[in-house]
């Protein structure tokens, strides 16, 4: 790629989100006159603001401004930064819930990149709706294009019973309608649209009907977060890529009784946290994934 981000800035982010990196574009898009063109964005996920565990993670108050300073530090600034859900920790009091996302909005919002994203996830919206979240951010579905790429974000936190509903499934049909058959889609959500273990709350309860709509469509491409570790699964032609976490690891799907937090292994610090590098290839319009090992430092 010939604006190719250096190795060495990638490992700054060790141990502190995902990184996406998209290029290697090549049809027009209905509706726009831009060609799809190379470029990347920087995908940061459940960074879990308020958690205080220091057996799960004893920097629990410095990974999120860590990854603010080592994004801000990349020689090639990505387009944008996009937040995929669990901007905070939950709790039940409502005043709690706001000072968190605030104190989330601030510390974000040293990042230097012209447009950052976000959405929520069920720590952020599902014990009101996501009434606290949008007073903060806006809208929990959205959709936006870049450079030729149609993005997508579902919302399948806010409805306490893990579903999308009728009417963002509908405003998703009417979405996709203004797209071709062939155009380049990616999809953001924070909870797995397929059922990855539906007894630790990995699935979304309608998100077999989400999938039928972008079944249609030959580029769809799903990126979430919610299982804190790197998962790979297809449904058909769709690709879905789990992002790790800021905060802690989980373990493997139904690897032990219950979902608890991996411990923080000192001698191995930042184990289970990482980045992820993806790059598309013109020829047949899909992406390639590198996942780094997490260093420490």
């Given at each position: ?10 490992f700054k982010l060790a141990g502190l989100g995902s990184v996406v ?142 579903a999308v509903g009728d009417p963002q499934l509908q405003w998703l ?125």
């Amino acid at each position: 790629m010939g604006n190719a981000i250096d190795r060495r800035e990638f490992f700054k982010l060790a141990g502190l989100g995902s990184v996406v990196l998209v290029s290697g574009c090549s049809n027009l898009m209905r509706g726009t006159n831009q060609a799809q063109q190379d470029f990347h964005f920087v995908q940061l996920s459940d960074t879990h603001w308020g958690f205080h565990d220091p057996a799960v993670n004893p920097d629990f108050g410095g990974t999120l401004p860590k990854a603010v300073a080592a994004v801000n530090s990349l020689s090639q600034q990505p387009d944008f930064v996009m937040f995929t859900g669990d901007l905070t920790h939950t709790t039940d009091d409502p005043a709690e819930r706001r000072r968190r996302l605030d104190e989330f909005r601030r510390i974000a919002s040293g990042l230097t990149v012209p447009v950052v994203h976000y959405m929520p996830g069920e720590h952020d919206a599902a014990l009101d709706n996501g009434k606290a979240y949008s007073e903060f951010f806006g809208a929990t579905h959205y959709s936006f294009d870049h450079k030729g790429v149609h993005f997508i974000v579902l919302d399948n936190v806010s409805d306490p019973t893990a579903a999308v509903g009728d009417p963002q499934l509908q405003w998703l049909k009417d979405d996709l309608a203004t797209q071709r058959p062939d155009s380049r889609i990616v999809v953001f959500t924070h909870r797995p649209l397929f059922d990855l273990y539906p007894r630790w709350d990995w699935a979304t309860r309608d998100g077999d009907r989400a999938i039928a709509l972008l079944m249609p469509y030959n580029n769809v491409t799903v990126f979430y977060g919610h299982i804190h570790q790197e998962n790979h699964h297809m449904t058909g032609h769709i690709a879905h890529h789990s992002a790790h976490s800021l905060m802690f690891a989980l373990p493997a799907p139904g690897s032990q009784p219950k979902r608890t937090p991996v411990a923080w292994d000192a001698s191995a610090p930042y184990r289970g946290l990482g980045y992820r590098r993806v790059r598309t290839e013109q020829a047949r319009a899909g992406y390639t994934l590198a996942e780094l090992p997490v260093v420490k430092g």
